[in-house]
Structure formats: C-alpha cells, structure tokens
C-alpha cells in the first residue's frame, strides 16, 4: 500500500546530541511537512518542501533543519537536542491539488530527548 | 491573528450520538479538515469542507457554515473504538493548516 513511513518510531537521545529522524513516501506527493506535536497540543508547523523549494516557519528554531534530497524522502535533523524538544514528530505528504483527501500522515517518530 | 478554537474534553456513552465543534478564524479560508487522533498515533483523515453545509460519510459527518466561522463533527452510534482525540484545521489563505489543540472524546459503557 502507499503510504508514508518514519523510522524510528521510537527514539530516545541525550541532550545535545545531534538526532536524525526520517521519513519516506510511496504515493509520489510534491509536498511533505514536518511538524512537532507536544502532549495535548496541536500540532506545529515546522518547515515544509514543495518540490525542492524550501519552506522555513518564522519561528522555527535554526536547531531543526531539513534535507530532502528526493522526491520519496525527507529528514529531519536536530543539532543539538534540548530537554523541550521532546515530542512526537510527525511527517505528512499532500500532493499539492485537490484537497478532498487531505494530508497523509506517517506514523510518527516519539522523540524523548534525556 | 489567527485561531482555532474546540473544547478540550467531551464524554458520551457507547451507542450515542456525539457533536464536537470547532470556531475558526484565518487569514482567507480554503477550506476545513477534521482528523482523529488516537493516543500516540498519527492523525488520520476524516473529513474536508470547502462549502457550506452538511457532509455525510457513513458515522461520521461535518459541517460548515463560512459566514459564521464555525464547524461540527457529529459522530452517531458511538462505539469505544471512537474514543480518540478529534483535530480541528483550517487552511488560510496561504494553504497553510492551522490546527486547533484537539477534542479528547471519551466514550463510556
């Protein structure tokens, strides 16, 4: 099935060591985002590609950055974890058109930064 | 600026029919989306609204009314597995989502 896949789904890191979380897709989508989602809390925008253009949310910290170096992958990499970067992140497609099924998420990778 | 408003928790009895609703306010509007979200996991589509009115998809159905900034989810039958939280979006004008901090439905026996 076509579907978008992170890895881990887990992962627990020490402050201040450098994280890379990871995701992939099948359905061809021009878009992928990656959000962060604290407990009881919305989601948050972090940044989002379309196609290879780069989009940075204002108030997105410089400790996150994003690499998509194709179509089907996106990574999320965090420098230098602080204890507050706890969360789950979540990656998500869309394919930039019509929006009756709207955004595909991943599973998820649950961050716990010690 | 922009808002999303639902209520924090609601609790419903098995079998019922429970509403949840959702204000919104956005920088131009493209529409409205309702996800559910069950504890841990990701947030799974169910509903996106462009127009106003009722849309109706077998339990589930929402609505939307553009002039008034405000829509439902209106769950019918409910059976434990409902229970999840409910996300509230709205797209602005910049096909931006906005998210609302989520409904946790809580269905009792």
């Known amino acids: 099935d076509a579907m978008v896949i992170q890895n881990p789904r887990y992962q627990v890191t020490q402050f201040g060591k450098p994280v890379t979380l990871s995701c992939s897709q099948t359905?061809?989508?021009?878009?992928m985002y990656w959000y962060q989602q604290k407990s009881s809390q919305a989601p948050k925008l972090l940044f989002h590609y379309y196609d290879k253009d780069f989009n940075n949310e204002a108030d997105t910290p410089d400790n996150f950055q994003s690499r998509r170096p194709n179509t089907s992958f996106c990574f999320l990499d965090i420098r230098s974890p602080g204890l507050g970067d706890t969360a789950m992140y979540l990656c998500a497609t869309s394919s930039g058109g019509p929006l009756t099924d709207g955004y595909t998420f991943g599973s998820g990778t649950r961050l716990t930064v010690v | 600026g922009q808002n999303i408003d639902q209520p924090t928790e609601m609790t419903a009895t098995e079998g019922a029919i429970v509403q949840i609703n959702c204000t919104y306010q956005?920088?131009?509007?493209?529409?409205l989306f309702w996800y559910q979200q069950h504890a841990g996991e990701a947030p799974t589509f169910l509903s996106y609204n462009v127009l106003d009115g009722l849309e109706e998809k077998g339990r589930f159905s929402s609505f939307l009314s553009r002039s008034k900034g405000y829509s439902y989810l209106l769950l019918k039958e409910l059976q434990m597995k409902d229970s999840a939280s409910y996300l509230c979006?709205?797209?602005?004008?910049?096909?931006?989502?906005?998210w609302g901090a989520g409904t946790k439905l809580i269905i009792k026996p």
């Open positions: 956005t920088s131009g509007f493209n529409g």
């Open positions: 359905l061809n989508h021009n878009v």
């Open positions: 979006a709205a797209l602005d004008s910049n096909y931006q989502l906005i």
